[in-house]
C-alpha cells in the first residue's frame, strides 16, 4: 500500500476537477504525530485563484477526499487552511510487513525499466594507487550502479583508462631507468617509479623530449593499428598498475563492468574521425594548437583539440570515448571531480556540436583527512588500501572492546569506510573522520549494522522459543510502533529518489533514521516478554521487517551485516 501516492492521487483529482487543469502535489510532514502523519498547504496557493478563503478550500476538498475513502488513511482534518492526514496504521502495518516479510530483498525492487545505463566511475589514472580522493567517485559511482539497477535500470560500468597520457610516457620511461619493485604491491610498485622520474627530470630538464617522443611513437603506431615494442611497453605498465588497482576495488566490494582504454579510440580511428567533423564546423581555429571556439555554448575558453602536429589530445579522445559510449545506452553518467567542471562542459558542447546526446554529470567535492592534502607526484597521498587497513584495524580494537568477534571487523571496517562517504551529499566537501566513521552509537554505519544485528537477535531468540511473527496490528498502536511502521514503508520512495535524482546518501540518511527509529521502539515496546500474544507477533513482524529492510539498504550500499556484534 502506497499511502503518500494514494493521498497524492487523490488531491490532484479533486483540484483538477475544481481548476481544470494539473497542478504538482507535495506532502509536508508535521512535526509530530498528533499534527497528522502528512500535511498540505496547497489551499494557501489556490485562494488568489478561487477568490476563496484557504479554510473554506480546505474544507471543501477535504469533504470531497473523504468520500473517496482513500486506502490507508484513517482520518482527514483540516486546520488553519492546511489540510492534515492520518494514516491507519493497524492496515498499514499489517499489509506493509506482510509485503515486506514476503518479498525480503526483493522489497522495493522497480520493475524493469527497458533502460540501458553506463556509468562511468572511478577511472584514476593507472600511475599509483587509489587513494582517498578516488574513493569518493569509486564508492557514489558503486553505490549508484547498485540503487539503479535495484531501481530497474540495465547498467553497465565503465572504468576509463588513460594510457595515453604524459603520466603514462613517464612511468613507462621510469620502468626503462629504474625498473619496478616486484616486492610491491603493483600499483604501489609503479608509484614508486613514477615518483622517481618526476625527481629525475627535475634533475634532468634536458631529458624532457625523451617523454614527448615517447607519446608520439605510442600514437603513431596505435594508429597504424600495430602493436610494436612501443605498444607493449605502455601496455604492460597501464595493466602492472591495473592489477594492483582491481585488487584493491575488489578489497572495497567495487567490480566494473568494463575496462575501457583511451587509446582505442585512436586505433579505431575515431579520434581522427572527430577530429575531421568539428573542422566541418567551422568553429576550428589553428594557432599553436587547433582550437576548438565554444562561445556559442557560453564557454569563453577555447578547446585544444589537437597540437600543431596532428597529435590528439585528451579532450579529443574523450569526446571519442563519449560518442561510442552514448551510441550504446539510451543514459549515460559520469562522475567527475569538481575540477573537472569546465572540461565536462566543453565535452557537453563538442558532443552537440557534433549531433550527439550529452552524459549527465555527477560532481563530487574533495575529501581529505584532517592531516591535509596529498600529491601523487610527490609521492603524498593517503591510499585507499592504507584507509581500508587503517579502517579494519580500528574495528579489531573496538570489537575487543565491546567483546565481539573480530572476525566481523573487516564488515565492520568497510562499512565504516563505504558509509560515511555516501552518507555525504557530493557536492560537499568532506573531512573523512574517523570518531564518526566507526561510531557505534549514533552516526557511522556500525550503528546500523548493530540495529540489524539486535534484529538478528531478537529473531533467534524468538525462534529458539517457537514464537511466530505475524502482522495482526488488531491492537492500539504506540507513538513508536507507528514511526516505525512510517519509516518502513518510505523505503519505496527512498529507493525511487536515490535513483532518479541519483543521490546515494539520500539511502545512506534514511538507513541511519530507520536504525534510530527502531532503536526507540526497541526501548519502549517490550516484545517478546509481552504477555499479549497479539502484540508480540505483531511486534515480532516489525523486527523482521526492519531486518529485511536494514539489509537490503546496506546491500545497496555495498555493505555486508554481520549479523551478530
Not at 498528533?34 to 478563503?53: M, Q
Not at 562561445?295 to 597529435?311: C, E, H, P, Q, Y
Amino acid at each position: 500500500m502506497d499511502v503518500k501516492s494514494n493521498i497524492i492521487n487523490a488531491l490532484k483529482k479533486v483540484i483538477s476537477e475544481e481548476l481544470k487543469k494539473e497542478i504538482d502535489i507535495k506532502l509536508d510532514e508535521p512535526p509530530n504525530l498528533e499534527l497528522g502523519d502528512y500535511s498540505v498547504n496547497i489551499c494557501f496557493k489556490l485562494s488568489k485563484e478561487l477568490k476563496k478563503s484557504p479554510k473554506e478550500i480546505a474544507e471543501s476538498i477535504r469533504n470531497k477526499l473523504k468520500s473517496m475513502n482513500i486506502e490507508g488513511v484513517k482520518e482527514i482534518k483540516v486546520v488553519n487552511g492546511y489540510i492534515n492526514f492520518y494514516i491507519d496504521y493497524n492496515k498499514l502495518g499489517k499489509d506493509l510487513t506482510e509485503e515486506i516479510n514476503k518479498e525480503g530483498h526483493n522489497y522495493g525492487r522497480g520493475d524493469k525499466k527497458g533502460i540501458k545505463i553506463i556509468l562511468e566511475h572511478t577511472s584514476a589514472n593507472p600511475n599509483g594507487p587509489l587513494h582517498i580522493g578516488h574513493l569518493r567517485n569509486a564508492i557514489i559511482g558503486d553505490c549508484l550502479k547498485r540503487i539503479l539497477e535495484f531501481y530497474g535500470y540495465d547498467v553497465e560500468t565503465h572504468y576509463y583508462v588513460n594510457d595515453m597520457g604524459r603520466q603514462m610516457a613517464l612511468v613507462v620511461y621510469g620502468i626503462e631507468l629504474f625498473g619496478l619493485d616486484e616486492n610491491k604491491k603493483k600499483d604501489n610498485a609503479i608509484a614508486e617509479t613514477y615518483v622517481k622520474i618526476n625527481k629525475y627530470l627535475e634533475e634532468h630538464p634536458e631529458e624532457e623530449e625523451k617523454i614527448l617522443e615517447l607519446m608520439r611513437e605510442y600514437e603513431n603506431a596505435l594508429e597504424r593499428n600495430e602493436d610494436n615494442e612501443i605498444v607493449k611497453k605502455f601496455e604492460f605498465a597501464v595493466n602492472y598498475a591495473l592489477d594492483g588497482i582491481k585488487e584493491t576495488l575488489k578489497n572495497l566490494n567495487i567490480k566494473h563492468d568494463t575496462f575501457v582504454w583511451e587509446s582505442s579510440y585512436v586505433r579505431n580511428g575515431m579520434v581522427k574521425e572527430v577530429i575531421k567533423r568539428l573542422m566541418e564546423t567551422g568553429k576550428v581555429i589553428k594557432e599553436d594548437t587547433y582550437m576548438l571556439d565554444l562561445s556559442d555554448f557560453g564557454i569563453k575558453k577555447k578547446m585544444v583539440l589537437a597540437r600543431a602536429n596532428g597529435t590528439s589530445l585528451y579532450s579529443t579522445r574523450d569526446i571519442a570515448y563519449h560518442l561510442d559510449k552514448l551510441s550504446k545506452c539510451d543514459i549515460g553518467i559520469d562522475v567527475l571531480g569538481a575540477d573537472h567542471k569546465l572540461t565536462a562542459e566543453m565535452v557537453k558542447a563538442a558532443l552537440k556540436l557534433l549531433g550527439s546526446k550529452v552524459p549527465e554529470v555527477i560532481f563530487y567535492e574533495f575529501i581529505s583527512l584532517p592531516e591535509g592534502s596529498m600529491s601523487t607526484r610527490k609521492g603524498r597521498f593517503i591510499s585507499a588500501d592504507e584507509l581500508l587497513d587503517e579502517a579494519i584495524k580500528r574495528a579489531k580494537e573496538e570489537c575487543k572492546k565491546r567483546g565481539v568477534d573480530e572476525k566481523i571487523a573487516y564488515d565492520i571496517g568497510l562499512g565504516a569506510v563505504r558509509y560515511n562517504i555516501a552518507r555525504i551529499s557530493p557536492e560537499k566537501p568532506m573531512i573523512f573522520k574517523w570518531d564518526e566513521a566507526l561510531d557505534f552509537e549514533k552516526v557511522g554505519c556500525p550503528f546500523i549494522q548493530y540495529a540489524h544485528a539486535r534484529c538478528c537477535r531478537i529473531l533467534e531468540e524468538a525462534e529458539n522459543k517457537n514464537i511466530k511473527d505475524e502482522p495482526l496490528f488488531d491492537y492500539e498502536l504506540t507513538n513508536e510502533e507507528k514511526s516505525l511502521i512510517k519509516m518502513l514503508n518510505e523505503f519505496k520512495d527512498v529507493i525511487k529518489e536515490s535513483a532518479e535524482n541519483r543521490k546515494v546518501h539520500i539511502l545512506a540518511n534514511y538507513l541511519l533514521e530507520l536504525a534510530k527509529t527502531f532503536n526507540r521502539f526497541y526501548a519502549n515496546c517490550p516484545i517478546l516478554i509481552t504477555k499479549d500474544e497479539n502484540i508480540k507477533k505483531s511486534r515480532l513482524s516489525l523486527v523482521k521487517s526492519t531486518k529485511n529492510v536494514l539489509e537490503t539498504g546496506l546491500m545497496l550500499l555495498g555493505i555486508n551485516c554481520p549479523g551478530r556484534m
